[in-house]
Nanobody
Framework: QVQLVESGGGLVQAGGSLRLSCAAS????????MAWYRQAPGKQRELVAT???????TYADSVKGRFAISTDNAKNTMYLQMNSLKPEDTAVYLC????????WGQGTQVTVSS
């Protein structure tokens, strides 16, 4: 059973940066896709960024130009570099990986103060 553990969340002022990490219990090279989602209170879960096994990357329009998704296969870790953070980026950020089924982490809280 694959386990995903997020870290790196916290409280930051608007305009600041954070880097989230998602560490997998096994190799990530076999996943078809890995992604970051976020969920704010009272809102639906939103897809933030996706990276495929072939290296294709997509972003939600709301984070394009500010966020960057990447992976380090040697460390079995996915990252989300978040720059120019805005209060509306406040949410629990969740790591997702897919191969036949979806695997989820427990989430890490990101709070951006104005």
């Amino acid at each position: 059973q694959v386990q995903l553990v997020e870290s790196g969340g916290g409280l930051v002022q608007a305009g600041g940066s954070l880097r989230l990490s998602c560490a997998a219990s096994g190799s990530i090279v076999d996943f078809w896709t890995m992604a970051w989602y976020r969920q704010a209170p009272g809102k639906q879960r939103e897809l933030v960024a996706t990276i495929t096994s072939g290296g294709s990357i997509t972003y939600a329009d709301s984070v394009k130009g500010r966020f960057a998704i990447s992976t380090d296969n040697a460390k079995n870790t996915m990252y989300l570099q978040m720059n120019s953070l805005k209060p509306e980026d406040t949410a629990v950020y969740l790591c997702n990986a897919r191969k036949y089924i979806a695997y989820w982490g427990q989430g890490t809280q990101v709070t951006v103060s104005s």
